[in-house]
């Protein structure tokens, strides 16, 4: 479970709290949302080192699980703190580091710098994963082979592509692509999808999926033309007959 904030009490409380459901308590210091940064939360914390210090601080010492840290490379490009605070993650028990390649100023513009990952990962002995524009096989294997982390995220890269992450694993084992799914395993997982999320949320969810399914047809046969159709759709019983009906005129 992943938790953010800059009130170190809060914090702390938090890290008890989730201690007892959680498997991980990961502090994201890298969301650059401007709601998140106005009161000095996620990515504002790479600005203010001492803080994030007792931030993680706070949060191992109440935490009986371990604890993770999700950064961005800096606030801008003139203060890039990422190997700095690594190494302080690591000095006050941080169990693994994420760092995203990017300042929060460059939100999601741009390409993920790779040299930054690289120098964190010489300069501390605690696991780094690497994060950024990673969204596909090759991408995957350069992350690892340039910057030699020990483990990749994948965020954007998965929208719609849910299989990324065993194609990824199977092409750095054995050097050989998986093939695309098929469309019947494309519907049966969005079927899947549209069922947990509406469980989870109710049918509010049904807005929200919009995304997803547009997502999942990029690129499809007239899926523009579904699009626009599906984004009428309130109930989840007329989405599931548009999307049975659209996959069956492929
Ligand atoms: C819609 C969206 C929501 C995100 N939410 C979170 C979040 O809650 N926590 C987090 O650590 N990162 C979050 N991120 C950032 C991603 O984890 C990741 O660092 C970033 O997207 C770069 O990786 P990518 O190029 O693989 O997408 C989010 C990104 C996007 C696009």
């Known amino acids: 479970m992943q938790i953010f904030g800059s009130d170190i009490e809060t914090m702390a409380y938090s890290a008890k709290y989730i201690s007892k459901i959680a498997d991980i308590i990961d502090i994201n210091m890298g969301c650059p949302a401007p709601k998140v940064v106005k009161n000095g939360d996620g990515s504002k914390l790479l600005t203010d080192l001492p803080k994030a210090k007792a931030i993680m601080q706070a949060v191992v010492e109440n935490s009986t699980v371990p604890v993770t840290l999700k950064i961005r490379k800096g606030w801008d490009k003139e203060n890039i703190v990422a190997v700095e605070i690594a190494k302080i993650a690591e000095e006050v028990g941080i169990s693994a580091i994420t760092v995203h390649g990017r300042t929060r100023t460059e939100f999601y513009s741009g390409h993920a710098d790779l040299d930054i990952i690289k120098k964190v990962k010489e300069n501390v002995n605690i696991p780094v994963i690497g994060n950024g524009d990673i969204i596909d096989e090759e991408s995957a294997q350069k992350m690892f ?106």
């Open 145 to 250: 082979e340039y910057t030699n982390v020990d483990g990749i995220m994948i965020g954007r890269g998965s929208f719609g592509n849910p299989w990324i992450f065993a194609q990824i694993r199977h092409y750095l084992e054995t050097g050989n692509k998986k093939d695309k799914p098929s469309n019947a395993q494309k519907l049966e997982v969005i079927k899947k999808h549209i069922e947990l999320a509406v469980e989870e949320k109710g049918e509010i969810a049904i807005k929200e999926l919009r995304k997803h399914i547009a997502w999942y047809t990029k690129n499809m046969k007239n899926s523009s033309e579904f699009r626009a159709k599906i984004n009428q759709i309130e109930s989840k019983e007329e989405l599931l007959e548009n999307i049975n009906e659209y996959f069956k005129s492929l």
